[in-house]
């Protein structure tokens, strides 16, 4: 797999105000980066200096192998940008925009008509190709501006919030067409939407106060968890108190929770120490303790915990 | 140069898909129009030539013209579209460029429009076309420098009333720099040169040089470098202020 993008200690300040500090990474061929982070993290700073659109204070990075500040031009032949909200000129139409996009990438004719088509097929922008962009839904000015960035089939794709104001029909849509084109293609999109690190990203980025705070494989940030490996269980709400006796007492349980109570059953929360696989070890304590087990299953853990957790530590240690 | 032409052509259908394009060359035709038969008394002059005509070009050009540029950056900042823009392969000095050329063009549209006129004075006398032709290209020129102006001032708002009431206040000042009540208020203090390097910036002064007499390349040096230094400067603040 070949570097297409490569970030180095790229920082920007607005005046006193650090916006990216030092961010490093990089991004191959067939990866789906998400780039997550609190609002005002840094995520569209940094998607805005790989575009070309603002200048990094130091640092350095190359897209295909051009440099972003020495040759912005050449970086942006070779990416398809999606800005945060998806600006787009309202009094032309989606045919017009990319007709515009196009003829500023120096395709013509054939070619031009042919690559438009395929685009307005993936996002499906049949029925409002000759309609105003400003009178459109939001659904549909951001796949407008999506299918823009994808016009000339670059290599490297940059989208801040690609599925933002889409319903879940269009969302599901979109993934989709994320994880076809994944294969020839470094993908960097941004989002608030954990779910979708799960459903389309090969590999996730947290960034907070401007810095890296972890760069995993989505399954290995929720080993980070506190929920990772905990042991969920239903039973009779009579015999929940002595399951959460028998539990407290055991040595790789951290904390028992009573997750929920209904219908004469209790749902408990066992959570395990430092990750540590408990399950059999819980099952069979509690089965010993006389427990009628009705369901039990073990968490994988949850990306918004350790999300909360990686963020939430750094604005400490600012304050 | 061909992204140059790319974003010209935008612009212009821009400003024709909105009523800004119908309501400018109306509004210019009727007040040029107007004012030569009113105020120039075009017809009692009895003399076969436009100059009660191009007389008041400079006087609607200071509050037509800012109208026509202060859209040109303004709002792509505005909306956000420029990062959009400025995130295609093009130079900034090339979205620049076209930006401007299509405002031109669009004045230009709007000054052969007044064609009639032309047609008006040859049907009552004789006049020299060649001046006409020379005061029109004048007229352009001039319109070019009021537009590269409020271009430059454009870039530096997101808002457009701004944009236009600080580009009419800075035309205003190169008008006047050429009238006698500027000239002695500078002659009281100023050195003798310097007062005449004022005289020298006046539209009025450069742009009359142009409808009086045979093309004067020193008007027409004036009026291009003023565009090109104007367009110079509104590429950097283009760059500058794209982060904010």
Known sequence: MDTLVDIRGLTKYFGPVKAVEGVTFSVKRGEVLGFLGPNGAGKSTTMKMLAGYLTPTSGSATVCGYDITRQTIDVQRRLGYLPEGAPAYGDLTPLGLMRFAAGLRGITGAKRDKLIQTSVERLELQSVLQRPIETLSKGFKRRVSLAQSILHDPEVLILDEPTDGLDPNQKFQVRNLLQQMAKNKAIIISTHILEEVDAVCSRVIIIGDGKVMADAQPGQLETRSAYHNAVVMRMPTADAEKAEKVLSGMAYVVKVERIGQWNGTAQLRALSAGGADILSTVHQAVSKAGVTLQQIHVEHGRLDDVFRKLTSKSRNKEA | ?244
């Open chain 2, 1 to 244: 140069m061909r992204n140059v032409w790319v974003i010209c052509k935008r612009e212009l259908s821009a400003y024709f898909s909105s009523p800004l394009a119908y309501v400018f060359i109306v509004i210019f035709l009727a007040l040029a129009g107007s004012v030569t038969f009113y105020v120039g008394g075009f017809l009692e002059g009895g003399r076969a030539d436009l100059q009660a005509f191009f007389n008041f070009h400079p006087w609607l050009y200071l509050f037509l013209i800012p109208a026509l540029g202060m859209r040109l950056w303004a709002e792509e900042r505005k909306s956000g579209t420029i990062e959009f823009l400025m995130t295609l392969p093009v130079r900034t000095s090339e979205a620049v460029g076209g930006k401007f050329l299509a405002a031109w063009l669009f004045a230009g549209i709007a000054l052969v429009l007044t064609f009639p006129i032309w047609i008006t004075v040859n049907y009552l006398g004789d006049p020299d076309n060649g001046l006409i032709l020379a005061a029109y290209f004048g007229s352009w020129l001039m319109a070019g420098s009021f537009l590269a102006i409020s271009a430059c001032v454009s870039a530096t708002t997101k808002n457009q009333v701004i944009a236009f009431v600080l580009s009419a206040a800075v035309c205003f000042m190169f008008l006047m720099s050429g009238l006698e009540m500027v000239q002695s208020f500078f002659r009281s203090w100023a050195p003798e040169l310097f007062v005449r390097a004022v005289a020298q910036i006046s539209f009025l002064t450069n742009f009359f040089d142009l409808t009086e007499g045979v093309i004067d390349t020193r008007a027409v040096v004036y009026f291009l470098s003023l565009i090109g230094v104007s367009l110079v400067i509104n590429t950097a603040i283009v760059e500058m202020k794209k982060g904010q």
